[in-house]
């Protein structure tokens, strides 16, 4: 171990690819804003009690992939390895469910899995997530599916697909469960496979080997078996979605990877990432408020992985995050100089121009040269004799074009030529 090396696993992002981080997580959230969602912040740990009742007992996530840590006063504690449960226990603490419904909230933030890390899966990653709780409306599950669909055009996406199923509810989800149990139990399956479907059968129907698939072409699909009201409710979530122009797939062996889903669910999954394709999921969580202690209000919202949304814009060949951080780099050469442009700095930035000072004062040549690198458009350069005039040299960069510009005029001037 090395401590100037990050624990194994963690993504993190470092200038210059950090702007495409930022992009990314800008874009997913600014499509949620446009619908009115809020944004909320809620802390990176929890109660491992919440994870545990809200994400579930038998999922991988909880059985096997938290992280969690006795604190001080010897609370057991999780770093929160998904955003919803507390987005939910927030919601519940601060009664925003006793106001007006739906609750429509956004964030964003890291979660932490401990899984095997891997291409496009980090041990430490970020989602952007929103939930809207309260109101069981097909036609709000389609507006949940449309804005993470037009957060990924809004990037520019295009190879990806979106998977769609109805889980059912707690009518007809039981006895569905019974009935792929007793297809299951004729099957020829390993010991560790039949646990598995004795705990949760529907994650059998999600078994990647050929030898289990093989053996599950007739089983019984959930799709299949919905109550007439969940029939119902998936059909106006369909025809929503034709209606706005949302493509997708019906995919009756989906299967999510946590236990609070009914109804509604869905993946979105890019063509272009090999194993880890899934860059977003979610659904509807019916039971999820009143299993934890809240009024029995349904939901439904999704979290999309900004990591592998990122990698999917990078084969696309999507030019993200390649904005030059600065549109302006000052040059100032000499002490009256220096104070000069600390003050047309100041000046630009209140006019919008994002502006860099060469620092240190560095040599025309040496401060020239930060001015390439900076990827700025424009380099100002100040002599003292410029001070005297009021002046300075307006450079655009990639022409070699210069003039002297008045120092009142330039901001004026570069936000005329920069739009
Ligand atoms: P999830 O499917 O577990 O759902 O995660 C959502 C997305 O987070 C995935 O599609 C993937 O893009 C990203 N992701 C998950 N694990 C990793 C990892 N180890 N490394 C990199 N990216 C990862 C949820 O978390 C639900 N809370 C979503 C939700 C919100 N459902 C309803 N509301």
């Known amino acids: 171990m090395s401590?100037?090396?990050?624990?194994?696993?963690v993504l993190e992002y470092v200038p210059p690819e950090s702007a495409a981080f930022v992009e990314v997580r800008d874009a997913l959230l600014a499509e949620p804003a446009l619908a009115g969602y809020?944004?909320?912040?809620?802390?990176?740990?929890?109660?491992?009690e919440l994870f545990v009742r809200g994400v579930g007992e038998s999922t991988d996530v909880v059985s096997k992939e938290m992280y969690t840590f006795a604190d001080r006063g010897d609370r057991s504690?999780?770093?929160?390895?998904?955003?919803?449960?507390?987005?939910?226990?927030?919601?519940?603490?601060?009664?925003?469910d006793r106001g007006q419904l739906p609750v429509k909230v956004a964030t964003s933030g890291q979660c932490f899995r401990a899984e095997r890390p891997q291409a496009g899966r980090g041990r430490v990653f970020s989602q952007v997530n929103i939930e809207a709780i309260g109101v069981d409306d097909p036609a709000l599950d389609a507006e949940v599916i449309a804005l993470a669909d037009a957060g990924f055009?809004?990037?520019?996406?295009?190879?990806?697909?979106?998977?769609l199923t109805s889980l059912g509810d707690a009518e007809c989800r039981p006895p569905y469960r019974e009935k792929l149990i007793k297809f299951l139990s004729g099957l020829d399956l390993d010991e560790n496979t039949r646990r598995r479907a004795e705990i949760n059968p529907l994650r059998v129907l999600d078994d990647k080997r050929e030898s289990v698939q093989k053996q599950l072409v007739d089983a019984p699909l959930m799709l299949d078996n919905l109550c007439p009201?969940?029939?119902?409710?998936?059909?106006?979530?369909r025809a929503y979605l034709d209606d706005l122009g949302v493509a997708y797939q019906l995919n009756p062996r989906l299967v999510r990877g946590l236990?609070?889903?009914?109804?509604?669910?869905?993946e979105f999954v890019h063509n272009g990432l090999g194993a880890q394709s899934a860059v977003g999921g979610g659904g509807r969580y019916d039971g999820?408020?009143?299993?934890?202690?809240?009024?029995?209000?349904?939901?439904?919202?999704?979290?999309?992985?900004?990591?592998?949304?990122?990698?999917?814009?990078?084969?696309?060949?999507?030019?993200?995050?390649?904005?030059?951080?600065v549109e302006a780099y000052l040059v100032p050469l000499g002490e009256a100089a220096r104070s000069a442009a600390v003050r047309l700095a100041a000046q630009l930035r209140a006019a919008g121009v994002r502006v860099d000072i060469a620092y240190g004062g560095r040599a025309l040549k040496g401060a020239m040269k930060g001015a390439d690198r900076s990827g700025a458009r424009f380099a100002v350069v100040i002599g003292d004799r410029d001070i005297e005039a009021g002046t300075a040299q307006v450079k655009q960069l990639d022409t070699g074009d210069q003039s002297p510009i008045n120092l009142d005029e330039i901001a004026v001037f570069l936000k005329e030529k920069l739009s």
């Not at 504690?77 to 925003?96: D, F, K, N, Q, Y």
């Not at 236990?259 to 869905?266: C, G, H, P």
């Not at 592998?308 to 951080?325: F, H, N, S, V």
């Open 3 to 9: 401590i100037v090396n990050a624990p194994k696993g």
């Open 38 to 48: 809020s944004y909320i912040e809620t802390p990176v740990f929890e109660h491992t």
């Open 77 to 96: 504690l999780t770093l929160r390895p998904e955003l919803t449960a507390g987005v939910m226990r927030s919601v519940i603490e601060h009664g925003l």
């Open 153 to 163: 055009r809004r990037l520019g996406l295009r190879d990806y697909r979106l998977e």
């Open 229 to 237: 009201s969940c029939a119902a409710h998936f059909a106006e979530v």
């Open 259 to 266: 236990d609070y889903y009914t109804k509604t669910t869905f």
């Open 288 to 325: 999820l408020m009143e299993e934890l202690g809240g009024q029995p209000l349904s939901g439904i919202g999704w979290g999309l992985g900004i990591d592998r949304t990122l990698l999917a814009c990078k084969a696309e060949g999507l030019p993200i995050g390649t904005a030059p951080r």
